[in-house]
């Protein structure tokens, strides 16, 4: 199915329409990478629906077939949660500011005939700040001192109540969208506030894990991660949580995003025997001036050192387009057709490398996706 | 509640064109509602006091600090639509921002349509059907612009940056060469041939005559000085001029019987920098634009003001060069009298102009890419120079550029947040 989507594309890109004659043709193509994803932040600013939706026609045009929909984060929590109203009732932007289990099931559909796939992150513990308006008791409270200060960080990994929640988010979660993975985040959690709650103490005590939080860290997210699994879904992780010696069953995918030496990081991760995505490289909210899609294009996401079947491991990659300074009204322009450069690279064969020629066909590619 | 609401301007009329010299004070006081005022000056602005809004009476009195505070559009290395540039005009008005710098034509196209000579875009547009603006549309921005006070200055930039002007007008470029065969390729325009000044004498009459503005901005910078050096009949005329090997003066002597014959068109001009730098004898009256960052630019102010000519600064607010993060910041915080001089040089800093260059610009992405961060400036050029704290700024801007969505502008966010009516939304 997703085959005919392609091939149709490729008959466009090849001017196929209207009263064109064409010889009778045999097209043969296959993707290189089975991965190919864009990432859409949606908590940093809510994106409409509309807005998503073009950007699935125009990852279907690029033959993207993953959207990583990074729906929830600090700043606001539009998902709307047949389970917990109250998340986005009171951690959304505002009551219009929100997906609704309609848009949601759009969104789905929508992408499904696309043939693209809906990987929704709910990223946990840290990047949760907005969860905490509408689930009283969820985050860890910071203390100044010997008195809660009025903030607070991670989700507190300490209590049961915690992990009931999850169950039941997760669970509905699970039926809400139907791929086979979920990303669970498990990015940038800071130690600091967990440092400062007497009971989180008290329980890295209990528990012998001395001051190394990141025990206490890799202790929530195994628990997640079997939540998680217990309703027969895969997880994608990003790499912090393999970093700090979770322990992750061997269908996990670790999503590597850290620019400094991610080549290193490949081969850890897949010397390890666990399946890998690339982001780092092709992190295109980082605009600069100039022709910046050459330093896209020009990444070889299997150039880390490992044995063949190391590199067989690595699945993908994915364009990530974080939301700080990005919503409907410079998504389009900021993501294409940079994007692209990313989408020729994992779908083309190792050896199409050539910058002019590539420079050649992504502006007809670019002057076709305006048609 | 304000049921009258009374604008007044200094000058009255709306017949004329604004020009440098403008008075753009205004003071308003809540007390009567006119209802004659022209449609044209029933801008979103007034129309929303208009509804169900309740206000004390008040009075404001405002004026800006710089009188030039201009924004430039590139239509060469990308066409613009008509309704781009309009646009870009009423968010223009919106920011207090009065002065169009249209940088129409340059090496990539040519789409202005000259009626004393149609070859020039015929031949040197992207695609001459579609891709030129006609006497007409040049008209219809012009006059677009005026009543929202706003001024025209078009640059047609010479020698330099003329490559397209190339198939339309044959024998005006430099031909390149190789040894001693034309290499086929061109370069700045021809300064050593009667025929070039003919040319450059019609064309500016034709310009003059279509743009109002006292001022034509005449460029004059990065002269490529290669190809002139690799021709023989120019190297002949050096030695004949007695120039030497400083291809600057041959460059100056180009500029200078440029600038006589648009001074004897009874026009002003402006100028880049370089023809300042390259020691071109100027008219008093010139304004010099300082765009470069190569000295620290408060050093060409400075040198620019000290040798008596106005200068307008565009150097730190190249909105095209785009970054990660919050750069609107580092426009706001420019100060433009910051350099070394007395205060009459800094009386002849006129105001500054956030420019937006087009190798990487057009209709798809102009708006968000303009939109808030050329705001910054716009309040630097019409605030007090007292006006700098950045949270404060980040707050108003943040707002305004919620304003602007309402409007219907495509502007970008500053940060992480939300708007009430978001783009492309309910």
Redesign the interface.
């Known amino acids: 199915m997703e085959g005919l989507n392609f091939s149709l594309n490729t008959f466009s890109e090849n001017n196929v329409w209207k009263a064109f004659l064409i010889n009778e043709s045999e097209i043969y193509d296959f993707p290189r990478f089975a991965h190919r994803g864009i990432l859409l932040d949606t908590s940093?600013?809510?994106l409409?629906l509309?807005?998503i939706l073009t950007n699935l026609d125009a990852m279907a045009f690029n033959k993207f077939n993953v959207l990583h929909w990074h729906i929830v984060d600090d700043?606001?929590f539009p998902y709307q949660s047949v389970s917990f109203p109250e998340l986005s009732n009171k951690g959304a932007?505002?009551y219009?500011?929100v997906y609704t289990p309609t848009d949601v099931r759009l969104v789905i559909e929508y992408a499904r005939l696309r043939g693209i796939r809906v990987i929704p992150e709910f990223d946990t513990p840290g990047h949760t700040q907005s969860w905490g308006k509408g689930q009283k008791d969820l985050l860890t409270p910071c203390y100044s001192g010997e008195q809660p200060s009025g903030s607070f960080g991670p989700v507190n990994p300490i209590l049961n109540s915690t992990y009931d929640f999850m169950a039941t988010l997760f669970k509905e979660i699970s039926s809400v969208f139907p791929d086979a993975y979920i990303h669970l985040g498990g990015d940038e959690v800071s130690f600091n506030c967990w440092e400062s709650n007497p009971e989180v103490k008290d329980f890295m005590k209990k528990q012998g894990f001395g001051i190394d939080y990141a025990k206490l860290e890799s202790y929530y997210v195994q628990k997640i991660l079997d939540i998680v699994s217990s309703y027969n879904k895969g997880y994608v992780v990003w790499q912090e949580v393999f970093d700090n010696n979770a322990e992750l069953k061997p269908d996990t995918v670790v999503e590597v995003w850290m620019a400094n030496n991610y080549a290193h990081e490949l081969s850890r991760v897949t010397r390890a025997g666990y399946t890998a995505i690339l982001a780092a490289p092709w992190y295109l909210?980082?605009?600069?001036?100039?022709?910046d899609w050459t330093k896209y294009y020009r990444v070889e996401p299997l150039n880390f050192p490992g044995s063949e079947k190391q590199k067989r491991l690595l699945i993908g990659g994915e364009a990530c387009l974080w939301?700080?300074?990005?919503?409907?009204?410079?998504l389009?322009?900021?993501l294409w057709p940079r994007a692209s450069a990313v989408g020729e690279r994992l779908w083309s064969s190792k050896n199409v490398t050539n910058l002019q020629d590539a420079y050649r066909r992504l502006s007809n590619h670019r002057c076709r996706m305006?048609r | 509640s304000c049921t009258e609401l009374l604008i007044s301007v200094a000058t009255p009329g709306c017949n004329g064109f604004p020009n440098l010299e403008s008075k753009e004070n205004y003071d308003s006081d809540c007390l009567l509602l006119i209802s004659v005022l022209p449609a044209d000056l029933l801008t979103s602005s007034l129309s929303s006091l208009f509804m169900q809004y309740y206000i004390n009476e008040t009075e404001i009195v405002d004026f800006p600090r710089f009188p030039h505070r201009g924004l430039l559009l590139d239509t060469s290395r990308h066409y613009l639509p008509l309704k781009a540039i309009l646009e870009t005009l009423d968010v223009m008005a919106y920011n207090k921002l009065n002065v169009f710098h249209w940088h129409i034509v340059d090496d990539p196209s040519f789409p202005y349509e000259s009626f004393t000579f149609p070859e020039l875009s015929k031949q040197g547009a992207f695609s001459a059907m579609t891709h030129v603006y006609t006497a007409s549309d040049v008209q219809t921005v012009i006059e677009y612009a005026r009543l929202r006070g706003i001024r025209v200055i078009a640059e047609f930039d010479t020698p330099g940056h003329t490559l397209s002007w190339g198939p339309g007008a044959p024998g005006l470029l430099t031909p390149c060469y190789l040894g001693k065969d034309p290499s086929g390729t061109y370069g700045p325009i021809n300064p050593i041939f009667n025929s070039t000044y003919q040319f450059v004498t019609s064309l500016f009459q034709e310009i003059s005559s279509v743009f109002p503005d006292y001022f034509i901005h005449l460029g004059g910078d990065e002269v490529d000085f290669t190809c002139w050096k690799s021709n023989p009949d120019i190297l002949v005329f050096m030695k004949k001029m007695g120039f030497g090997e400083d291809y600057t003066k041959l460059e100056s002597y180009y500029i200078q019987r440029l600038l006589d014959i648009v001074s004897s068109l009874g026009k002003g001009y402006m100028v880049w920098q370089e023809v300042f730098d390259n020691g071109v004898k100027v008219r008093p009256d010139t304004i010099i634009h300082v765009w470069k960052n190569n000295l620290p630019y408060a050093e060409e102010m400075a040198n620019v003001t000290k040798a008596g000519y106005r200068a307008l600064l565009s150097a730190p607010w190249y909105l095209n060069r785009i970054s990660y993060g919050q750069d609107w910041m580092a426009a706001y915080q420019v100060e433009p009298l910051k350099f070394t001089g007395s205060t009459k040089q800094k009386d002849l800093v006129i105001g500054g102009e956030a420019c937006m260059w087009g190798e990487y610009v057009d209709v798809t992405n102009l708006t968000p890419r303009l939109w808030p961060r050329a705001g910054a400036v716009a309040e630097r050029l019409w605030s007090n120079a007292t006006v700098r704290n950045l949270q404060d700024a980040y707050v108003r801007l943040a707002d305004f550029r919620c304003e602007l969505l309402r409007r219907g502008v495509q502007a970008e966010p500053l940060f992480t947040g939300y708007c009430d009516h978001e783009f492309g939304g309910f």
């Open positions: 940093r600013h809510y409409p509309k807005s700043q606001s932007y505002s219009n500011h909210d980082y605009i600069s001036y100039g022709q939301g700080e300074y990005v919503d409907a009204t410079n389009t322009p900021r305006l």
